[in-house]
């Protein structure tokens, strides 16, 4: 299983990026999908999960509104977007597979700094 994320940067507040993690090694169309962020200061943060087939997402308050997670099963590809980005967003962001109800394999992680 490989999980490789791509698509962080330094950003100023308000401003948006786009987060990708591609997928091999596994069947990507039945797994849920899960984005978690961590800092030294909060320890991980779960931020959200999608459906196998895309059709429902789910978000940590602290995002819902401001990030929208989607995800390509034809290119085994999962994005978050992030818009309306705060300070607390700078994190290390992981793309995390799901495996029976729990985290299974994560990807090695984009780090994502908000600047004011």
């Known amino acids: 299983v490989q999980l490789v994320e791509s698509g962080g940067g330094l950003v100023h507040t308000g401003g948006s990026l786009r987060l990708s993690c591609g997928a091999s090694?596994?069947?990507?169309?039945?797994?849920?999908m899960s984005w978690v962020r961590h800092t030294p200061e909060k320890g991980l943060e779960w931020v959200s999960t999608i459906k196998e087939n895309g059709t429902a997402t789910v978000y940590a308050d602290s995002v819902k509104g401001r990030f929208t997670c989607s995800r390509d099963n034809t290119k085994n590809r999962v994005y978050l977007r992030m818009n309306s980005l705060r300070c607390e967003d700078t994190a290390v962001y992981y793309c995390?597979?799901?495996?029976?109800?729990?985290?299974?394999?994560w990807g090695q992680g984009t780090q994502v700094t908000v600047s004011s």
């Open positions: 995390v597979r799901m495996y029976g109800g729990s985290w299974g394999n």
């Open positions: 090694g596994f069947t990507f169309s039945t797994e849920y």
